[in-house]
């Protein structure tokens, strides 16, 4: 079992920065992926960012590749992400996820899909204004 926290949310301007950590229970952290979703009113979820649980993989929607960075520190048990250049369709309800590996290869086709993952947090919220 893992519990996610996620924090860092906040309102910024349009062009500005903002860093969400989502913090997780359980000594076996380390070994799930993990993935950034968001939600705006009215939309589906829709996939952000992962990384392995190794850190050396990482995906990212085309839609914020070059602005966002996912990251992980395993010995703190909290996974990371850096927005930079933030744009109002930013705004939206962020959820950190965590995905209990499975065999088989794990590529973007599996780490963007909101079934693959196992536990979610209770989201935080990112307002950018223009």
């Known amino acids: 079992q893992v519990q996610l926290v996620e924090s860092g949310g906040g309102l910024v301007q349009a062009g500005g920065s903002l860093r969400l950590s989502c913090a997780a229970s359980?000594?076996?952290?380390?070994?799930?992926?993990m993935g950034w979703f968001r939600q705006a009113p009215g939309k589906e979820r829709e996939f952000v960012a992962a990384i392995i649980w190794t850190g050396t993989t990482t995906y990212y929607a085309d839609s914020v590749k070059g602005r966002f960075t996912i990251s992980r520190d395993n010995a703190k048990n909290t996974v990371y992400l850096q927005m930079n250049s933030l744009k109002p369709e930013d705004t939206a309800v962020y959820y950190c996820a965590a995905d209990n590996p499975r065999p088989g290869l794990w590529v973007v086709a599996r780490a963007a899909v909101v079934d693959e993952y196992d536990y979610w947090g209770q989201g935080t919220q990112v307002t950018v204004s223009s």
């Open positions: 359980g000594r076996t952290f380390s070994k799930y992926h």
